[in-house]
């Protein structure tokens, strides 16, 4: 028990600290919006906490189907440092952005061709935004979407190899997928399929998606992008984290329907058996 509620509480001040990392390293001062910022870093941080201190989560999905969501929130963690390093280039921690920035610059321009997502994002920028901050954005989602593809495709051998989501025990839907009723009366394998496919292609389109509400945005006389680093940071994060994270689902959805469908058939291939 007393294990139980450290995890829970670990998990709580991890997420916290992720989520208040932009606004400790920024060296500009925002007292007003900072009050703010600190209280949504505390409930976010609490919920997870809550989260995993019920047995029975009511959101947090392949709770009980590691390392589903520590692959999640570590690549979460490490997009929110890149941005961070690249775009408010902490003076304390000068030596490490110096050897991201080039491999992120690589990276950025090898993305930035034609209708690709970097050339999206690039488009958004506001007219007259520095060079510097130009290249620091380029290089943020160069390293962003890189890695977010990588990890996907890590989490996919993971599957086909590992077996995942069996190498972790017996699966149990109801406690692994809170938002799926598996007693609906739907045809659950039709539902988290029809649901797996969705999530890809939100993971293949979400780039695109975040530059046209970018975009819609500057029509309305609203330049997100011009509204400070943070904001910037937060931006870039979304733009990474987003793919992953749809992608990831996806492909455990995936994983997910193809496993109950073939208990599905064993289970008949078995009552045809008993009845010979």
Partial sequence: MIGWVAGSALRAVLVMLVFIAPILSSSVAEPAGSVVYYVLAVCIGAFVGLEYLHKYPSLVEFRYAPP???LRFIWF???VAISVLLLQDPPALAAITAFIRPVGTILGHLLDFPYSAVDAILSTVPLGTSSQTLDAIRAAVGIGLTGALLSSAYFLLMVKVSEWPKNSGQFNVG???PLIDPVSGENIVDTIQRKAKVNIMIGILAPYGISVVLIVLRLLGIELLAAGTQVIV???????FLPLHALMRGIALWRIAKLIEKKRRSDVLGSALQTI
């Fill in 68 to 70: 589903y969501n520590r």
């Fill in 77 to 79: 963690a490490f997009v």
């Fill in 175 to 177: 406690t692994n997928l």
């Fill in 234 to 240: 937060w931006t870039m994060v979304a733009y990474s």
